[in-house]
Protein backbone atom coordinates (compact mmCIF):
# COMPACT_ATOMS: atom_id res chain seq x y z
CA UNK A 1 0.00 0.00 0.00
CA UNK A 2 1.80 3.43 -0.88
CA UNK A 3 1.43 6.25 0.78
CA UNK A 4 -0.47 8.66 -2.20
CA UNK A 5 -2.75 5.93 -3.17
CA UNK A 6 -6.35 5.71 -2.20
CA UNK A 7 -7.92 2.80 -0.44
CA UNK A 8 -10.83 1.19 -2.62
CA UNK A 9 -12.65 -0.21 0.79
CA UNK A 10 -12.37 3.84 2.24
CA UNK A 11 -15.55 5.15 1.38
CA UNK A 12 -15.88 8.49 -0.54
CA UNK A 13 -16.23 11.71 1.80
CA UNK A 14 -18.95 13.90 0.32
CA UNK A 15 -19.74 17.62 1.29
CA UNK A 16 -22.43 18.52 3.93
CA UNK A 17 -24.75 20.83 1.93
CA UNK A 18 -24.45 19.62 -2.02
CA UNK A 19 -23.68 16.06 -1.78
CA UNK A 20 -20.61 16.34 -3.81
CA UNK A 21 -17.48 14.11 -3.79
CA UNK A 22 -14.64 15.86 -1.64
CA UNK A 23 -11.60 15.60 -3.54
CA UNK A 24 -8.01 17.42 -2.13
CA UNK A 25 -9.69 20.21 -0.97
CA UNK A 26 -11.91 19.76 2.04
CA UNK A 27 -13.04 22.74 4.52
CA UNK A 28 -13.92 22.67 8.45
CA UNK A 29 -17.18 24.38 8.60
CA UNK A 30 -17.35 27.34 11.75
CA UNK A 31 -18.79 25.89 14.78
CA UNK A 32 -21.23 28.68 14.50
CA UNK A 33 -22.96 27.14 11.01
CA UNK A 34 -24.00 24.56 12.81
CA UNK A 35 -23.21 21.80 10.25
CA UNK A 36 -21.58 18.38 10.61
CA UNK A 37 -19.17 17.22 8.29
CA UNK A 38 -16.55 19.01 5.74
CA UNK A 39 -17.64 21.31 3.06
CA UNK A 40 -16.65 21.47 -0.74
CA UNK A 41 -14.66 24.58 -1.77
CA UNK A 42 -18.31 25.94 -3.18
CA UNK A 43 -20.14 25.78 -0.38
CA UNK A 44 -17.42 26.71 2.36
CA UNK A 45 -17.49 29.89 0.47
CA UNK A 46 -20.86 30.27 0.12
CA UNK A 47 -21.62 29.89 4.01
CA UNK A 48 -18.94 31.99 5.04
CA UNK A 49 -20.61 34.81 2.50
CA UNK A 50 -23.64 34.17 3.93
CA UNK A 51 -22.53 34.33 7.86
CA UNK A 52 -20.99 37.63 7.20
CA UNK A 53 -23.72 39.25 5.53
CA UNK A 54 -25.87 38.16 8.34
CA UNK A 55 -23.48 39.27 11.03
CA UNK A 56 -23.02 42.52 9.56
CA UNK A 57 -26.98 42.53 9.17
CA UNK A 58 -27.52 42.31 12.98
CA UNK A 59 -25.10 44.60 13.42
CA UNK A 60 -26.99 47.37 11.51
CA UNK A 61 -29.94 46.07 13.80
CA UNK A 62 -28.24 46.42 16.70
CA UNK A 63 -27.12 49.73 15.92
CA UNK A 64 -30.59 51.52 14.28
CA UNK A 65 -31.74 50.26 18.10
CA UNK A 66 -29.70 51.71 20.14
CA UNK A 67 -29.96 54.51 17.88
CA UNK A 68 -33.93 54.48 19.09
CA UNK A 69 -33.04 54.14 22.66
CA UNK A 70 -30.65 57.09 22.30
CA UNK A 71 -33.60 59.29 21.69
CA UNK A 72 -36.12 58.15 23.14
CA UNK A 73 -37.13 59.12 27.33
CA UNK A 74 -36.80 56.35 29.83
CA UNK A 75 -39.39 56.77 31.96
CA UNK A 76 -42.39 57.67 29.81
CA UNK A 77 -40.93 56.04 26.10
CA UNK A 78 -41.70 59.53 24.03
CA UNK A 79 -39.27 59.87 21.73
CA UNK A 80 -36.89 63.00 22.18
CA UNK A 81 -36.60 65.10 18.69
CA UNK A 82 -33.62 67.52 19.72
CA UNK A 83 -30.57 66.75 21.53
CA UNK A 84 -30.98 70.37 24.07
CA UNK A 85 -34.32 68.45 25.08
CA UNK A 86 -32.42 65.46 26.12
CA UNK A 87 -32.12 65.90 29.95
CA UNK A 88 -29.78 63.47 31.88
CA UNK A 89 -30.61 62.78 35.92
CA UNK A 90 -28.95 64.30 38.84
CA UNK A 91 -26.62 61.28 40.12
CA UNK A 92 -28.23 61.81 43.78
CA UNK A 93 -31.62 60.31 42.39
CA UNK A 94 -30.04 57.07 41.97
CA UNK A 95 -30.61 56.03 38.08
CA UNK A 96 -28.40 54.15 36.23
CA UNK A 97 -25.74 56.15 34.20
CA UNK A 98 -26.58 56.92 30.60
CA UNK A 99 -30.32 57.22 30.88
CA UNK A 100 -31.83 60.57 29.13
CA UNK A 101 -35.32 61.94 29.95
CA UNK A 102 -37.78 64.38 28.45
CA UNK A 103 -38.12 67.70 29.86
CA UNK A 104 -41.29 66.89 31.66
CA UNK A 105 -40.06 63.62 33.29
CA UNK A 106 -36.85 64.90 34.78
CA UNK A 107 -38.62 68.46 35.84
CA UNK A 108 -41.51 65.35 37.41
CA UNK A 109 -38.65 63.81 39.23
CA UNK A 110 -36.60 66.92 40.16
CA UNK A 111 -39.68 68.15 42.41
CA UNK A 112 -40.63 64.60 43.23
CA UNK A 113 -36.90 64.08 44.72
CA UNK A 114 -37.21 67.83 46.25
CA UNK A 115 -40.64 67.41 47.63
CA UNK A 116 -39.25 63.98 49.08
CA UNK A 117 -36.15 65.79 50.65
CA UNK A 118 -37.83 68.80 51.83
CA UNK A 119 -41.08 68.14 53.18
CA UNK A 120 -42.20 65.64 55.84
CA UNK A 121 -43.68 62.29 54.29
CA UNK A 122 -45.89 61.91 56.52
CA UNK A 123 -47.63 65.30 57.11
CA UNK A 124 -46.58 66.98 54.04
CA UNK A 125 -44.97 69.97 56.69
CA UNK A 126 -42.13 71.35 55.72
CA UNK A 127 -38.87 69.79 57.16
CA UNK A 128 -36.68 72.59 59.09
CA UNK A 129 -32.28 72.00 59.34
CA UNK A 130 -33.06 68.88 61.26
CA UNK A 131 -33.97 65.85 58.71
CA UNK A 132 -35.29 62.27 60.51
CA UNK A 133 -34.63 59.00 58.55
CA UNK A 134 -37.59 56.83 58.71
CA UNK A 135 -36.59 53.44 60.48
CA UNK A 136 -36.57 50.49 57.62
CA UNK A 137 -39.43 48.36 59.19
CA UNK A 138 -41.67 51.67 59.04
CA UNK A 139 -41.85 51.43 55.25
CA UNK A 140 -42.32 55.06 55.05
CA UNK A 141 -40.12 56.84 51.57
CA UNK A 142 -38.76 60.19 52.72
CA UNK A 143 -38.08 61.92 55.45
CA UNK A 144 -39.82 62.90 58.55
CA UNK A 145 -40.00 65.92 60.90
CA UNK A 146 -39.66 66.00 64.68
CA UNK A 147 -42.90 64.75 65.78
CA UNK A 148 -43.51 62.12 63.17
CA UNK A 149 -40.88 60.25 63.56
CA UNK A 150 -41.47 60.17 67.16
CA UNK A 151 -45.01 59.46 66.44
CA UNK A 152 -43.94 56.73 64.66
CA UNK A 153 -41.13 55.50 67.37
CA UNK A 154 -43.91 55.59 69.98
CA UNK A 155 -46.21 53.05 67.99
CA UNK A 156 -43.57 50.58 67.31
CA UNK A 157 -42.82 50.78 70.84
CA UNK A 158 -46.56 49.99 72.21
CA UNK A 159 -47.06 47.50 69.70
CA UNK A 160 -43.82 45.55 70.21
Known sequence: MGFGKKNKDMKAMRCAVCSRE???HKYKPS???NI???????CHFEKTRDFILSTERDKKK???LKEI????????????????????????????????????CYNKRE???????????????????FRYNPKQKWRI???????????????????G
Request: hydrophobic content about 30%; glycine content about 8%.
Open 69 to 104: QDCTCHMCNNIIDSDAEKKKPDWKWGMDAGIILCPE
Open 111 to 129: SDFNRKLNYCAICGGKIGF
Open 141 to 159: DGQLCRQCWDKENLKGKVR
Open 31 to 33: PDW
Open 62 to 64: ESE
Open 36 to 42: EGLLCSD
Open 22 to 24: LKR
